[in-house]
């Protein structure tokens, strides 16, 4: 099993589905226009459709893919705000992600 922080499996999913959604409005021909207006409503349609479908393969895929990654979850917000300018240096939101990247690769190593 892969450990991911989950951070950053949502951005490399993101990336990775906005570049099949730009393939397919290009292989379909549409203008710019078009995409603007009308192809967001109509692929999240389509996708919910696809999703819905007694014959689809979501299910499985989605089972799948829940075996083969661990999400390494960011620790719960407090619900309080505060200056980051007071915090102690390694509280500084990169250094988080770097504490987590290296908690990770120890997870990672074993």
């Known amino acids: 099993m892969k450990e991911v922080l989950f951070d950053q499996h949502i951005e490399t999913r993101t990336q990775q589905l906005m570049g099949i959604v730009a393939s397919l409005a290009s292989a379909l021909g549409l203008s710019d226009e078009e995409i603007r207006e009308d192809f967001g409503p109509q692929i999240g349609q389509t996708i919910s459709n ?17 075996k083969k990654t661990a999400l390494i979850m960011p620790p719960k917000a407090t619900g309080k705000r505060l ?21 990770a690769e120890a997870i990672r190593r074993g």
């Open 83 to 103: 200056n980051r300018a007071t915090l102690p240096p390694e509280s500084h939101p990169k250094r988080i992600e770097e504490r987590w990247l290296r908690i």
């Open 50 to 66: 696809l999703i819905n479908d007694e014959h689809t393969t979501f299910w499985e895929s989605k089972a799948r893919a829940g």
